[in-house]
């Protein structure tokens, strides 16, 4: 007897997405990618929107292939970047395509609002996460401020994965994980926050009601299962935030573990009970944001591959494979050019290739030439802020951090894999790389009862992949590398 089950995951990153369907069978999971399409932001009229509709229409082409293939599918869940979202109107119609993160209608926005709104202590002090500018707080803000016409006129807000889950079945809610990167929510009552909803002249009544991971929205409305030729299939609410679904899959044995997300950006964190709110935690600017089963992700975002990517764009002579181009870097002299990955030159600069020379030419090191030398920069530079982190990471931790999990797109590098192991001093396990569409599906499978809490999720994981393991090496080495990464970041 055949005890298969299938879920349907729409997994949306600010560049692209795909749809997948995934298999759970006799303990062990599988994944096929069905659809995969660009997520292309419109400019038009000095502003810079998603097409929301756009990716609606992707989900349902992938929805029509699982009806063509007559494949009977238990449910269907979505997550998304996080921060951005949709207004609605009083007539439940969607009053535009969202605004994206990359507007640049939220510069200087943030200061703004801490001089004349709440101060960036209290702030900190209710919602426990990193100041950035795009977090929905200041892109609300700044939206007020402008008299933008869709928030005006708003009856609902609704985060993307909630909105596009509400095109689905046409019911509304706040899913709790992506609520928790708008900065507007408090992670001890994990309920939004009413001053700072005031501040930019919102109430509660704005919000669809706060749901957990793993809770059923609804099922698709009569007009979807038209359209799509599917039944009444259960849409699920994830963890919607991807990050959040992506920690869900972290293949771990026990809680004494340390995470990397590693893509664009490298997430670094701990799974926490309480939320961890102080002083301390905001001098190094650490996030506190929702995970499954009531857990806080307390994280700090890195900059990532976006370094090494915006930089083979620019390399007319670099191997296209990234093994090729890896192997030459590893021929060059070791730390001889450091950089702070996350320094403000490094955000969106017209030339990184330049932003990086110039970097190193004004802390008297070694001007990298050529990629190799560049990509060894990135990488040697990477790995000793990934050691600066961990560092602040077990000040906060109430345990010993046994082990660190690389997960995502970037645990395939093994280069940088092996570098941070030598830097941190702990093991390193690296995998899944498709973190987030497995902590998508493993969170529909819990919905329908076909596992039980996370550990089930995460051993059902672990026995479903294969992990590649790195151990430290080279310690006085990478001791002497990191005195000196100290003494020239800025």
Known sequence: MDNSKFFFAVDLGATSGRTILGTLADGKFSLEELT???????????????????????????LKLVAQRQI??????????????????KDK???????AYRDPHTFGMM??????????????????????????????????RNGDSALENAD???????????????????????????????????????????????????????????????????????????????????????????????PARDEQFAYLSSGTWSLMGIETKEAVINDKSFEYNFT?????????????????????????????????????????????KPFQSLINPDDAVFANPASMVDAIQDYCRQTGQHVPEGYAEICRCIFDSLALRYRQVFGWLKEFASFPI?????????????????????????????????????????????ACGAVGDIWEMRKIIGQSIEMKRFVPQDKELWDAAYEHYLEVVR
């Open 36 to 62: 995969r399409f660009d997520n292309n932001l419109i400019q038009t009229g000095g502003h810079f929107y998603w097409d929301i509709y756009a990716l609606y229409n992707e989900i349902i082409k992938g």
């Open 72 to 89: 009977d599918i238990t449910s269907i869940g979505i997550d998304t970047w996080g921060v951005d979202f949709v207004c609605v109107g």
């Open 93 to 99: 119609a969607l009053l535009r395509n969202p605004l």
């Open 111 to 144: 200061e703004e609002y801490f001089e004349k709104c709440v101060d960036k202590q209290k702030v900190y002090d209710i919602t426990g996460i990193q100041f950035m500018n795009f977090n929905s707080l200041f892109q609300l803000y700044a939206m007020r």
């Open 156 to 250: 609902k807000v609704l985060f993307v994965p909630d909105c596009l889950s509400y095109m689905l079945t046409g019911k509304m809610v706040c899913e709790y994980t992506i609520a928790s990167t708008s900065q507007i929510l408090d992670p001890r009552t994990k309920q939004l926050d009413e001053q700072l909803l005031a501040s930019v002249g919102l109430t509660r009544e704005h919000f669809g009601e706060m749901v957990n991971p793993a809770t059923v929205i609804g099922t698709l409305t009569p007009e979807v299962q038209t359209i799509t030729g599917l039944g009444a299939v259960p849409v699920i609410a994830v963890a919607g935030h991807d990050t959040g679904s992506a920690v869900a899959a972290v």
């Open 288 to 332: 506190n944001e929702g995970g499954i089963e009531g857990t806080t992700r307390f994280l700090k975002n890195i900059c990532g591959m976006w370094l090494y990517e915006r930089c083979r764009k620019e390399w007319t002579d670099a191997p296209k494979s990234h093994t090729e181009l890896q192997a030459e870097a590893m021929k060059v």
């Open 402 to 446: 046994q082990t660190l999990h690389i997960i995502g797109g970037g645990s395939l590098n093994e280069y940088l894999d092996q570098f941070t192991a030598n830097s941190t001093g702990v093991e390193v396990l690296a995998g899944p790389q498709e973190g987030t569409a497995i902590g998508n599906i493993m969170l529909q499978a819990k």
